[in-house]
C-alpha cells in the first residue's frame, strides 16, 4: 500500500493532475487510443503491415504481368513452323537426319 499512498500523496502536491490527467474522460480516451493504436483488429502497426504487403504484393502483379508479355512474345514467334524450327535448331541442338551439327563455345 505505500505505492499507493505515494501515489496519492503526489497527486495531492499537484492538483491539476486531478482535474486534467486523473479525469475519468480523459483515462477513457487514452485507453481508446492505445487500443485503436496498437491492439485493435485496425490498429495502426496491423495497417503499416497490410500496405507492405499490398506494395509488395503489386510488384509481383507487374513482374508477372512483363513475365506474360515475354512469353505471349515468344508464343507468337513460335506459331510460325519455320521459327519452330529454328529456335529448336538453336537451343535443344537439334538438327535434320543427315546433317551434323558443330557447336562452338
Sequence with gaps: ??????IKDYVSRHPWLDRWVLNKYVITTVLFGIYFLFIGDQSLIK?????RKISSLQEQIQE????????QHELNYLANPDSLER???EHYHMHAPNEEVYIVK
Design 64 to 71: 508477372s504481368r512483363k513475365n506474360i508479355d515475354v512469353y
Design 87 to 89: 529456335y529448336a535448331r
Design 1 to 6: 500500500m505505500k505505492f499507493i499512498d505515494d
Design 47 to 51: 495497417q503499416m503491415k497490410r500496405a
